[in-house]
């Protein structure tokens, strides 16, 4: 391991004399998984880099992918499995026609199957990851702050 | 404050130091393979009592810990499964070839991965992610999730977990029957 968390602005050729919004983005890949162990491996930047400072302040093609998935992807996945979906429906002319009685056979199905505590796994690692990178761009943030 | 708030402060606050150990865990791990895997000539060790102990630290902390950093390390896989995807679509620098062989693992690694967490990670699990970390490491100089022996050899620890879950209660209900 050649280098453990890097500085910011270490070794950057701006030197000093950067912007804060250059050191922001010179560093956003330092701090993340990938980063602190200087891994710049294409399987290391898909998998520990920092998709919050990516798409922030560097480069946003990288981290956007990332971030579907934390956000939206996690909501769909645990929201949509067993969950009816409507497309422009207006409630308020909606009227109810349900009948009463035991539900169907898809909670069954899908309680067997373990979807929803798939759905409910992959949600949570989703938002951790997640997590983990805003506190790592919290940190750069404040890393670039004090290089100033 | 709130008896939910305090639990999901203590849960935040858990998560966190099981993400800390494991960051912490990785220095004695890269070092001890530096002395040990990464020094040596190709296929060939070198010995080393402090790299050995580093290992045995590392270890130590990241089986005692994996119910924790398993989280945080299912989803780097998952992101890398997910932009993986996004890339070979999409196209980028990197060879096609390249990204599909990390898909293909990132994977394989997740649903395992995923597995492992709805099993509430026990001890058999702990030490099968642990192999999994040190083989990743074992190769790390040479790139992360790059195809290797070792890579092979920590997903079939995975795998073999998995297996042995996967098995056991089907065996005992046959029992019963």
């Known amino acids: 391991m050649a280098v453990i968390f890097s500085q910011p602005g270490a070794g950057a050729s701006g030197g000093p004399n950067q912007t804060y919004r250059q050191c922001l983005a010179q560093n956003s890949g330092n701090y993340s998984f990938a980063g602190a162990f200087n891994q710049n491996g294409s399987g290391a930047k898909l998998a520990g880099g920092n998709d919050v400072a990516s798409l922030l302040f560097g480069d946003a093609s990288e981290g956007q992918a990332g971030l579907l998935i934390a956000e939206g992807g996690s909501h769909s996945l645990a929201a949509g499995v067993g969950t009816a979906g409507t497309m422009g429906r207006r409630t308020a002319s909606v009227f109810d026609l349900n009948l009463s009685g035991t539900t169907g056979a898809a909670p069954a199905i899908l309680g067997k199957t373990g979807a929803e505590e798939v759905a409910g796994v992959v949600s949570g690692i989703a938002e951790f990851k997640f997590a983990s990178d805003v506190g790592a761009t919290g940190a750069l943030m404040l890393g670039c702050i004090t290089h100033r | ?177």
Do not use: N
């Not at chain 2, 970390?133 to 920590?154: I, Q, R, T």
């Not at chain 2, 997903?155 to 996967?166: I, M």
């Open chain 2, 1 to 177: 404050m709130s008896q939910s708030v305090k639990e999901q402060v203590k849960s935040g606050l858990r998560l966190g130091g099981g993400l800390a150990v494991f960051l912490i865990a990785m220095a004695p791990l890269a070092d001890g393979f530096r002395r040990i895997v990464w020094a040596a000539p190709p296929h060939q060790l070198l010995w080393s009592p402090i790299g050995v102990a580093e290992l045995i630290v590392a270890a130590g902390l990241l089986v005692s810990t994996a119910h924790l950093w398993v989280h945080y390390f299912g989803g780097c896989i998952l992101f890398g499964t997910i932009k993986g995807c996004f890339a070979l679509m999409a196209g980028t620098p990197i060879p096609r070839l390249e990204l599909a062989w990390a898909v293909i693992i990132f994977s394989v690694t997740l649903v395992l991965i995923v597995a492992v967490i709805s099993r509430g990670t026990p001890l058999i699990d702990r030490i099968a992610l642990t192999v999994y970390v040190f083989s990743l490491g074992w190769s790390a100089d040479k790139g992360l999730f790059m195809p290797s022996p070792s890579l092979a050899v920590g997903l079939a620890a995975l795998l073999a977990s998995w297996s042995f879950y996967y098995w056991r209660p089907h065996g005992l209900s046959t029992e019963q029957d």
